[in-house]
Each structure stands twice: as C-alpha cells, then as structure tokens.
C-alpha cells in the first residue's frame, strides 16, 4: 500500500485514511459499493490519485485475508 493508508489516533478516530488526510478508507469503500466510479471518487474528492483508490482496494483486501486467518 506504499504508504497511501495511514493511521492517526487523533484523525478521523483513528481510522485508516488515505495519505494523512481526512479520507477514512471505509469513505472510499462506501462510494464505490454505492456503484461510484473512481473517475467520480476522484472529482467528488480532488486530492484523491487513482493510486489512493488502488490502497484502499488492497488494504481491505488484507484486512480480510487477516480476519479469515483469526477465524480458522
């Protein structure tokens, strides 16, 4: 994830976000589960790259593999 998801105890309680900013990644989760596009993500949300989407995509994608791991 390069980076692009970070977590701050006092942004967004302490949620994961993209690069520090106030974009929690459950936000970009949510968007894109409502049928946006990331073109429309990134007008909505101009200081968001297409990269940023990416680590958001991959950082759930972990976080599941994770709890599937706690589970078995």
Do not use: W
């Amino acid at each position: 994830m390069d980076g692009r998801i970070t977590i701050e105890l006092g942004k967004r309680g302490g949620q994961p976000c993209v690069r520090g900013m106030r974009i929690a990644v459950a936000d970009v989760l949510e968007y894109l589960s409502h049928g946006a596009s990331r073109e429309q993500l990134m007008e909505d949300f101009t200081e968001l790259e297409r990269e940023d989407i990416n680590a958001c995509l991959a950082f759930a994608a972990h976080r599941e593999r994770h709890l599937q791991s706690m589970a078995s």
